[in-house]
Structures are given as structure tokens and as C-alpha cells.
Antibody
Framework: QVQLVQSGAEVKKPGASVKVSCKASGYTFTSYGISWVRQAPGQGLEWMGWISAYNGNTNYAQKLQGRVTMTTDTSTSTAYMELRSLRSDDTAVYYCARAITSTAPIDYWGQGTLVTVSS | DIQMTQSPSSLSASVGDRVTITCQAS??????LNWYQQKPGKAPKLLIY???NLETGVPSRFSGSGSGTDFTFTISSLQPEDIATYYCQQYDNLPLLFGGGTKVEIK
């Protein structure tokens, strides 16, 4: 069965960086892409971007351009999301999720990774 | 960016009631709309894709309709396990945007 297993919770100081991993199994990794979606405490869902696991092409949300980098390692079927220059309003649960293209339905989700930014 | 307006933001209904949630897009998105269910502390789950197609394994009491700018999500007979927040999401254009969510509670 399709599974996306994310790395554990992180606590970071403002200005630091965080890198969240997402290990995929149960499907051909390079046939799909990975979207990243975050959810601030008590808030709704915010799409951050998408990366093709086939060729590494990316689409990022404009508000995060320059601070976010999404990568994949096809040898381990793992996707990564790095967010830099962290601010308190980056505190959120970060989800990876499978989508065949950047504009396709997101059909499977990871369990989420809580990133807390606090001094 | 396409804006998604979802209403109501919350509702309370009795077990067995018919529940309806609406989502309006700021421009024509054809049928490129999904509906997700999110239970507390859990990741969202895809229920409906392409506005009206039921994802495999999802109970038939859930349904979706609409096209263009106006969409509706319906639970035909609310069950206790349906307590969750429901989100619409457009995927016609980037950035993908979600509606603000509808929290469904049991009366």
C-alpha cells in the first residue's frame, strides 16, 4: 500500500533552517510528484509547492520563493523540503503528499511533521 | 490567484441529517475541484476529485457536484464518524488553493 513516512518534529530558532524528509513506499516513486502542504495551528491548509520525482522540476508558492527548496533522492524514494530564514509564523504541521502532476489531485498524505519556530 | 470561498465555516447537525457545504471559485475552474476530510490530529483524506468523482473506498453517502465556479459537497446521512473539517481545493491553476474549511459537529 502507498505510504509516505515523514521525519519527526523539530524545534528551531528564528532565522534557522529546517529540512523535513518524506520516504515513499508502495508505488513507483518516479511516476509521481510530491506536494508539500502546511497547516499553522488551528488554521487551514496552505500549498507550498510540488516537485517531480521523475526529473526534479519544481513549482513553488510565490510567497515562499527564495526560502524553500524541494528535492528528491530517487535511490531512496525520499523527498525533502528545506525552509530557510524561519519565522514564528512558519510554525506549522508540514505534510508531504503524492500528486502525479503539480495540478493533479493529492491522493495520499504523510502523517505530518510539526515544526515549531521559537526563540 | 484563484480564490476559494467555502461556507459555512462551521455547522452542527444531528446524526442522519443531510449536510451541504458550498465552495465558490473566483473564476471558472471547470471541474478541477477536490474535497478533503480532515479529522483532528490527522492528515487530510481525499474524498471527491474532479468535483463529483468518489475516491475508491469512500462511503457513498458522500457526494459532490458543480462545475465552473459553484460547487456543492453533500453528506446524505451524517454519521458520528463524519465529525471532521472539510476542505475544497481547486487544481485548475497554480497556486493550488484550499477553501477555508467547514467544521462539522454533531448536535
Amino acid at each position: 500500500q502507498v505510504q509516505l513516512v515523514q521525519s519527526g518534529a523539530e524545534v528551531k530558532k528564528p532565522g534557522a533552517s529546517v529540512k523535513v524528509s518524506c520516504k515513499a513506499s508502495g508505488y513507483t516513486f518516479t511516476s509521481y510528484g510530491i506536494s508539500w502542504v502546511r497547516q499553522a495551528p488551528g488554521q487551514g491548509l496552505e500549498w507550498m509547492g510540488w516537485i517531480s520525482a521523475y526529473n526534479g522540476n519544481t513549482n513553488y508558492a510565490q510567497k515562499l520563493q527564495g526560502r524553500v527548496t524541494m528535492t528528491t533522492d530517487t535511490s531512496t524514494s525520499t523527498a525533502y523540503m528545506e525552509l530557510r530564514s524561519l519565522r514564528s509564523d512558519d510554525t506549522a504541521v508540514y505534510y508531504c503528499a503524492r500528486a502525479i502532476t503539480s495540478t493533479a489531485p493529492i491522493d495520499y498524505w504523510g502523517q505530518g511533521t510539526l515544526v515549531t519556530v521559537s526563540s | 490567484d484563484i480564490q476559494m470561498t467555502q461556507s459555512p465555516s462551521s455547522l452542527s447537525a444531528s446524526v442522519g441529517d443531510r449536510v451541504t457545504i458550498t465552495c465558490q471559485a473566483s473564476q471558472d475552474i471547470s471541474n478541477y475541484l477536490n474535497w478533503y476530510q480532515q479529522k483532528p490530529g490527522k492528515a487530510p483524506k481525499l474524498l471527491i476529485y474532479d468535483a463529483s468523482n468518489l475516491e475508491t473506498g469512500v462511503p457513498s453517502r458522500f457526494s459532490g457536484s458543480g462545475s465552473g465556479t459553484d460547487f456543492t459537497f453533500t453528506i446524505s446521512s451524517l454519521q458520528p464518524e463524519d465529525i471532521a473539517t472539510y476542505y475544497c481545493q481547486q487544481y485548475d491553476n497554480l497556486p493550488l488553493l484550499f477553501g477555508g474549511g467547514t467544521k462539522v459537529e454533531i448536535k
